[in-house]
């Protein structure tokens, strides 16, 4: 049984950073296959940050050089470092994965920007 669980999300002021864990379970697990999205109320959900071939990232252009996403195989863990947090990444943060076909959602950890 697949299993991603998100942690990390609060309430932070416009400026500040958190860093979201994102648990793997039940997976084989390799840290380039987990992508973050997010989903602000109202709106679609987003591609923020994902690994490619391995060690390479990249970005959405509204988060670039303030996101970082990094893995950790022995933990089963991918992070996503976010600095300068401005009001518009107030979102649902989930991540995802993609294993033989099937696609694998956490549940999700909100982010509040605000002052």
């Known amino acids: 049984q697949v299993h991603l669980v998100e942690s990390g999300g609060g309430l932070v002021q416009p400026g500040g950073s958190l860093r979201l864990s994102c648990q793997a379970s039940?997976?084989?697990?390799?840290?380039?296959?987990i992508r973050w999205y997010r989903q602000a109320p109202g709106k679609e959900r987003e591609l923020v940050a994902r690994f490619i071939g391995g060690t390479s990232t990249m970005y959405a252009d509204s988060v670039k050089g303030r996101f970082t996403i990094s893995g950790d195989n022995a933990k089963n863990r991918v992070y996503l470092q976010m600095n300068s947090l401005k009001p518009e990444d107030t979102a649902v943060y989930l991540c995802?994965?993609?294993?033989?076909?099937?696609?694998?959602w956490g549940k999700g950890t909100l982010v509040n920007v605000s002052s």
């Open positions: 039940g997976i084989i697990f390799s840290f380039d296959l």
């Open positions: 995802a994965t993609n294993q033989f076909g099937m696609e694998y």
